[in-house]
């Protein structure tokens, strides 16, 4: 079975440019959520989704961030505009229905420069 | 002051040791405790989870959770060089919006050396 995974690996992009981050969750799993861990710093939770629906999104720093779950299947976050601080890495996971056990990505690591 | 603290190390120990690792939470609605472990340039891995207090043993693991100290703790028995990695400790409240979202520690960074 394909566990989480997560696109691009590495992005470097400028700030003020836009970038994608893409999380296909594992199959069958409804909740799907976003962390970010910036440099010297905890892993913190950005938002959950259930299926397509956004569950929580506490943890979403500023409208610069927009998260997307099409068909309750992948998910994406944008970035837009990019800023200095948005470096660090985002994981994605996911988990059953009513279950903490969370899997995550790889996670992909964003460089704004 | 953080939810959850964790002495981020470095703690380096010889190959065959018993490791100890702890967090230190403030919120006692926490019920659900996990420890993950993180390699170098990979995501979190679930190595065990704990709901509420009492210990959990999985082969050279042990997950204890102490409720009313807010303490909780991973031990790692006859620890391998394969051991060496970030260990992250997490909590997560039970029920309603917040159900599934992991509250963090710092994290661990453990090395065992030959």
């Given at each position: 079975?394909?566990?989480v995974?997560?696109?691009?690996?590495?992005?470097?992009?400028?700030?003020?440019?836009t970038?994608?981050?893409?999380?296909?969750?594992?199959?069958?799993?409804?909740?799907?959520?976003?962390?970010?861990?910036?440099?010297?710093?905890?892993?913190?939770?950005?938002?959950?989704?259930?299926?397509?629906?956004?569950?929580?999104?506490?943890?979403?720093?500023?409208?610069?961030?927009?998260?997307?779950?099409?068909?309750?299947?992948?998910?994406?976050?944008?970035?837009?505009?990019?800023?200095?601080?948005?470096?660090?890495?985002?994981?994605?996971?996911?988990?059953?229905?009513?279950?903490?056990?969370?899997?995550?990505?790889?996670?992909?690591?964003?460089?704004?420069? | 002051?953080?939810?959850?603290?964790?002495?981020?190390?470095?703690?380096?120990?010889p190959?065959g040791?018993?490791?100890?690792?702890?967090?230190?939470y403030?919120?006692?609605a926490?019920?659900?405790?996990?420890?993950?472990?993180?390699?170098?340039?990979?995501?979190?891995?679930?190595?065990?989870?704990?709901?509420?207090?009492?210990?959990?043993?999985?082969?050279?693991?042990?997950?204890?959770?102490?409720?009313?100290?807010?303490?909780?703790?991973?031990?790692?028995?006859?620890?391998q060089?394969?051991?060496?990695?970030?260990?992250?400790?997490?909590?997560?409240?039970?029920?309603?919006?917040?159900?599934?979202?992991?509250?963090?520690?710092?994290?661990?960074?453990?090395?065992?050396?030959?």
């Open positions: 079975e394909a566990g995974t997560q696109f691009p690996s590495h992005s470097v992009i400028e700030k003020g440019q970038v994608t981050l893409r999380c296909d969750p594992i199959s069958g799993h409804d909740n799907l959520y976003w962390y970010r861990r910036v440099m010297g710093k905890e892993i913190k939770f950005l938002l959950h989704f259930v299926k397509e629906s956004k569950q929580d999104e506490s943890g979403m720093p500023n409208n610069r961030f927009l998260a997307e779950r099409t068909g309750g299947t992948y998910s994406t976050l944008k970035v837009q505009p990019a800023e200095l601080e948005d470096s660090g890495v985002y994981f994605c996971a996911s988990s059953q229905v009513r279950t903490t056990e969370a899997f995550f990505g790889q996670g992909t690591r964003l460089t704004v420069v | 002051q953080k939810e959850v603290e964790q002495d981020p190390g470095p703690l380096s120990v190959e040791a018993i490791v100890s690792l702890n967090c230190t403030s919120n006692s926490f019920q659900y405790f996990m420890w993950y472990r993180q390699y170098s340039r990979k995501g979190p891995e679930l190595l065990m989870y704990t709901y509420s207090s009492g210990n959990k043993e999985d082969g050279r693991f042990t997950a204890q959770v102490d409720k009313s100290s807010k303490y909780i703790s991973l031990f790692i028995r006859d620890s060089p394969s051991d060496s990695a970030t260990y992250l400790c997490a909590m997560s409240f039970v029920g309603g919006t917040s159900y599934g979202k992991l509250t963090f520690g710092q994290g661990t960074i453990l090395t065992v050396h030959p």
